[in-house]
């Protein structure tokens, strides 16, 4: 069996054998990598369905080159909760295929205990949009049996939008497959000045599973 540190390497280096691929197949994209970075300030940090943490800061840095983006993400909670991510996405007309890490600090990183591997798949039809999600391993320190599932349904509408998500494993009280994810949200600009705006969301989330309710604002920068 090979190590946890050798399994941590081994998927970076596929990231990076991705990354080097496309940009090889396409120099012209190369030429036009584009890096952004942004923060999120949200009142709540519901992920899925479940509240993971109070008033959050949440950053990320992201490359993107055509249809291909790696990015870093992370929330840092005032109650002390920690996440930070890994993550790549490849984009083929509506439809979307990407590998995420996620990782949540305390535990060590060279642990395979301590990261969660998820292919995601997602696909767009008009207003609709399809999201599949699976857990690849079982990771202790992360709350992953592997094998988890997560399965969204998504509606933009010019009033709102609207989500439907069912999942199992870390997703569920039970662990069993159910709703845990019903929900609004909606998104707008308050103009500061003549040339700034700020981003501003809000969203009310149910929680069929837990039955818990949430409502939860959020400012980009």
């Known amino acids: ?13 596929i990231l990076a054998l991705i990354l080097g691929l496309t940009f090889s197949a396409n120099k012209t994209a190369l030429a036009q990598v584009e890096v952004g970075t942004g923060v999120d300030l949200v009142s709540t940090y519901v992920w899925r369905g479940v509240a993971y943490s109070g008033p959050s800061w949440q950053p990320y840095v992201e490359a993107s080159a055509g249809s291909f983006s790696i990015g870093a993400w992370g929330s840092q909670g005032y109650d002390g909760f920690q996440e930070m991510d890994l993550y790549a996405s490849y984009s083929i007309g509506d439809l979307s295929v990407g590998f995420t ?4 600090p305390g535990s060590d990183y060279l642990s395979g205990d301590s990261h969660a591997f998820e292919i995601n798949v997602g696909y767009g039809i008009g207003s609709i949009s399809i999201a599949a999600n699976y857990i690849l391993n079982e990771a202790a320190d992360a709350g992953s049996a592997g094998g988890d599932m997560y399965f969204e349904l998504g509606y933009s509408g010019s009033a709102a939008d609207l989500f439907i998500g069912a999942g199992d494993g870390w997703h569920s009280s039970t662990g069993d497959f159910g709703l845990v994810n019903i929900g609004i949200t909606k998104s707008k600009e308050i103009k500061i000045t003549e040339h700034f705006s700020l981003p501003v969301s809000g969203a009310v989330i149910f929680n069929p599973d837990s039955e818990q ?9």
């Open 213 to 221: 309710l949430y409502i939860l604002a959020g400012i980009s920068l």
């Open 1 to 13: 069996m090979k190590s946890t540190t050798s399994k941590i390497t081994q998927t970076l280096s």
């Open 101 to 104: 890490d996620y990782y949540y």
